[in-house]
């Protein structure tokens, strides 16, 4: 389990507006950071039009390389540090041109210049 790569974990158990459900997940935290079995990762929605105007959201095409059927927004607002045993399978990976925009959202929400 690497960052930038992208797998389909259960987020259920959830309290209020937290995303939930079984969905893909990109994992954002440095692969050289923590002694847990955890990962920190932002989930993957449905891309909507309206996202254009929200910089914690990032577009990504479906491509064999990430494993995704459908345009996608990669959600740096939900960001949360989850457990291995979430994990159930690995999907596919994202570019680093993609990963640099994630990690600008994540800048932007976490105030980070």
């Given at each position: 389990?690497?960052?930038?790569?992208?797998?389909?974990?259960?987020?259920?158990?959830?309290?209020?507006?937290?995303?939930r459900?079984?969905?893909?997940?990109?994992?954002?935290?440095?692969?050289?950071?923590?002694?847990?079995?955890?990962?920190?990762?932002a989930?993957?929605?449905?891309?909507?039009?309206?996202?254009?105007?929200?910089?914690?959201?990032t577009?990504?095409?479906?491509?064999?390389?990430?494993?995704?059927?459908?345009?996608?927004?990669?959600?740096?607002?939900?960001?949360?540090?989850?457990?291995?045993?979430?994990?159930?399978?690995?999907?596919?990976?994202?570019?680093?041109?993609?990963?640099?925009?994630?990690?600008?959202?994540?800048?932007?929400?976490?105030?980070?210049?």
């Amino acid at each position: 389990m690497k960052r930038g790569e992208i797998w389909l974990i259960n987020l259920d158990n959830t309290i209020g507006a937290e995303i939930r459900k079984t969905r893909p997940v990109v994992i954002v935290s440095s692969d050289a950071v923590g002694v847990l079995p955890l990962k920190v990762v932002a989930p993957i929605t449905d891309w909507k039009a309206h996202y254009t105007d929200v910089p914690w959201m990032t577009e990504i095409s479906p491509s064999t390389q990430n494993g995704l059927e459908k345009p996608s927004s990669c959600d740096a607002f939900q960001v949360r540090s989850v457990s291995v045993e979430r994990f159930i399978r690995k999907l596919g990976s994202l570019d680093l041109g993609l990963m640099k925009a994630i990690s600008i959202s994540l800048a932007e929400v976490l105030d980070i210049e």
